[in-house]
T-cell receptor
Framework: QQPVQSPQAVILREGEDAVINCSSS?????VHWYRQKHGEAPVFLMI?????EQKGHEKISASFNEKKQQSSLYLTASQLSYSGTYFC?????????????FGKGTLLTVNP | GAVVSQHPSWVICKSGTSVKIECRSL??????MFWYRQFPKQSLMLMAT?????????EQGVEKDKFLINHASLTLSTLTVTSAHPEDSSFYIC?????????????FGPGTRLTVT
């Protein structure tokens, strides 16, 4: 079942922060975050595994609450290069053979 | 590291012909590769899972006789769209999961834009 992402779109000024949420109706083993720019393939950002972990690098971090079946992606002090569509991909628990189901995406636009 | 290539990057073909798309993991071995299609401004829809040396597993609603998948080696998977029709026009993207134990990341290729006229 497709995870639900919110918001659908967000517009920021350079330097502002944003949070993108991803929630699932089923138990999850992992959540994968990707950013896709127009006409290009998705670029891997990070993966969070069951266990309620948090991860981050530079100004992009994420959390995964397995009990709530939710993950959030945090973008701080946004840069113009952060613009793109962000997808979360979820892997269900119980042996899914690594198959990911992607949300509909969140379009992030960072303006100067 | 973790580079995945696709060839061709775009292709235009006539209705009724077949098109082959290659997906290669350049600097790692991939026991599992995935094929997706993406329509404009929409999400990635998984078509099939390709495991090296075995038959691909197709998602519900995907015709296995129309979308032939071969995973001949740990670095190459191919998708052949047979008897293509205009409704098959789409962006086809592969991803590869490393064979490394304990690794769960999937890396995407740059995609192939197929236009059927």
């Amino acid at each position: 079942q497709q995870p639900v992402q919110s918001p659908q779109a967000v517009i920021l000024r350079e330097g502002e922060d944003a949070v993108i949420n991803c929630s699932s109706s089923k138990a999850l083993y992992s959540v994968h975050w990707y950013r896709q720019k127009h006409g290009e393939a998705p670029v891997f950002l990070m993966i969070l595994l069951k266990g309620g972990e948090q991860k981050g690098h530079e100004k992009i971090s994420a959390s995964f609450n397995e009990k709530k079946q939710q993950s959030s992606l945090y973008l701080t002090a946004s840069q113009l290069s952060y613009s793109g569509t962000y997808f979360c991909g979820t892997e269900g628990s119980g042996g899914s053979n690594y198959k990911l189901t992607f949300g509909k995406g969140t379009l992030l636009t960072v303006n100067p | 590291g973790a580079v995945v290539s696709q060839h061709p990057s775009w292709v235009i073909c006539k209705s009724g012909t077949s098109v082959k798309i290659e997906c290669r993991s350049l600097d790692f071995q991939a026991t599992t590769m995935f094929w997706y299609r993406q329509f404009p401004k929409q999400s990635l829809m998984l078509m099939a899972t390709s495991n090296e040396g075995s038959k691909a597993t197709y998602e519900q609603g995907v015709e296995k006789d129309k979308f032939l998948i071969n995973h001949a080696s740990l670095t190459l998977s191919t998708l052949t769209v047979t008897s293509a029709h205009p409704e098959d026009s789409s962006f086809y993207i592969c991803s590869a999961k490393t064979a490394r134990s304990g690794s769960y990341e999937q890396y995407f290729g740059p995609g192939t834009r197929l236009t059927v006229t």
